[in-house]
């Protein structure tokens, strides 16, 4: 049966690098910017990030982009 996606909602987690631990162990604090438009470009959304990360001080470990959609059967 053919299934059809429609797009919920879209969301950037941006993993910072903010020091380590006693045993020498990365931490790692996690900002997350909710309501990207679902139609955004994927360059379009790391060239936002990137510009924004610039006004932090910690260093990013990782940028993931979370789509979210929901499935039905058509």
């Known amino acids: 049966m053919p299934v059809s996606a429609n797009s919920l909602d879209s969301r950037v987690q941006i993993k910072f690098n903010t020091g380590t631990d006693e045993n020498g162990n990365p931490i790692i604090r996690t900002k997350t ?10 360059q379009d959304v790391m060239d936002v990030v990137q510009g924004l990360t610039t006004l932090q001080q ?5 940028i993931i982009r979370i789509n979210e959609e929901e499935l039905r059967n058509v």
């Open 58 to 62: 910690h260093p990013i470990s990782t």
């Open 33 to 42: 910017l909710s309501s990207v438009k679902s139609s955004a470009a994927n």
